[in-house]
């Protein structure tokens, strides 16, 4: 039986009555950018965070990059963040001008390692930009701790993590501003592009209202340089919908993790970590295969039908467009290791109990034929 890594359409067909009826509802308003079905939608999503603001803006790289230009981030300024992410997260910094300044990371968690962000600071230095990658909260106590020493600002990208929990706060909430992304593969998706800021600092809320929208303060009256970022209806109609059902999704798929959990543990496979105090939504459930095994386990799975995939082959810092920071191989040991050790599996909320157990034997069929 193929597997897929991820299949929406059980998911949309489940919610295709209240999926019509909001998209024909706003095809019959005529109001398609910005407007009341996109307020409907950020304070139902604020709400959701018990957070004061959620600005919906075009995507969650969008997201990141409105985020630095409000913040007045540019040519001279310095962002740490990690190499062992998607791309956005270090392309949005430098492209403000700024630079990304890549740390090592957690060898369990793949998160900022807290313990390196102090030495990796300047006078240049602006904020810092954790990613709470696959759906864990990154070690935000110590992360937040050092920036309000250093004076900097804290933007999370949370585009992986929503619903996830450091202690009794929602990720996105505990900086100064949080990242959102509905992209298709997102525990909560649209159908295209979308993303959201969350704050709770109303200085900043307007700012990003307004770095939205051109920098437009007034009827043609800019006050800053913003650009094109704004949420269309459409999308925001299909969050408004989908948002009820997120809890219960976030639940199966932290079910489904657990039970990868109980068959995987005495499989020569490191599982995902979870701590008490970090509540863990699983947008990928990633194991790890320690003596170069990684690619024939992938081969093996993609021969029999399992969807799966390598988050992320190459560190950010290895890549060519990221020469000029004269980063060397080995200079981020860890971040280089997990990139080819690590191998999502399928852990969408529709998987049934016989697709996992199809995921569970394939991979046991392989460590057993080695």
């Known amino acids: 039986m193929p597997v897929p890594l991820l299949d929406l359409s059980i998911q949309h067909e489940a919610l295709q009555p209240q999926l019509d009826e909001k998209v024909l509802e706003i095809m019959h308003s005529g109001k398609f950018i910005l407007g009341q079905y996109v307020e409907e939608f950020e304070q139902k999503l604020a709400d959701y965070h018990n957070a004061k603001h959620a600005i919906g803006v075009s995507s969650g790289t969008d997201a990141l990059l409105l985020s630095l230009m409000a913040m007045g981030i540019g040519h001279g300024d310095e962002v740490i963040t990690t190499p062992f992410t998607f791309f956005a997260t270090a392309g949005c910094i430098a492209r403000t001008g700024a630079t990304p300044v890549f740390i090592d990371i957690d060898p369990k968690t793949y998160n900022l390692e807290h313990q390196n962000i102090e030495r990796a600071i300047t006078s ?10 696959f759906g864990l909260p990154a070690n935000m106590g110590p992360i937040m701790d050092i920036a309000k020493k250093h004076n900097l600002r804290v933007i999370e990208d949370a585009a992986q993590s929503i619903g996830a929990m450091y202690t009794d706060k929602m990720v996105g909430t505990i900086g100064d ?14 159908m295209g592009d979308a993303g959201a800021i969350i704050t709770n600092d109303d200085e900043l809320a307007a700012k990003f209202r307004q770095y939205r929208n051109h920098g437009m303060g007034g009827e043609y009256k ?23 059902h997120l809890s219960d999704w976030t639940d199966k798929r932290i079910q489904h993790a657990h039970r990868y959990n109980r068959h995987l543990e005495q499989i020569a496979v490191s599982e995902p970590h979870e701590y008490e105090y970090r509540k863990h939504v699983f947008n990928q459930y990633t194991i790890r295969i320690h003596g170069g095994g990684r690619d024939a386990l992938l081969n093996h799975l993609g021969a029999n039908g399992i969807g799966c995939r390598v988050y992320y082959p ?37 998987m049934t109990r016989q697709q996992q157990d199809e995921v569970i034997a394939c991979i046991k069929d392989f460590f057993s034929s080695e």
């Open 124 to 133: 240049r230095t602006k904020a810092i930009m954790p990613v709470h990658l």
């Open 314 to 350: 190459f560190p950010l810092h290895t890549e060519p467009c990221f020469d000029y920071l004269k980063y060397q191989a080995g200079s981020l040991p860890i971040s280089e290791e997990a990139a080819i050790e690590v191998l999502s599996l399928p852990v969408y909320p529709e």
């Open 222 to 244: 800019y006050i800053n340089i913003g650009g094109n970022f704004r949420l269309d209806a459409i999308q925001a109609g299909i969050l408004t919908v989908k948002l009820d």
């Open 177 to 190: 501003c949080g990242c959102l992304s509905f992209y298709p593969s997102k525990n909560l998706s649209c």
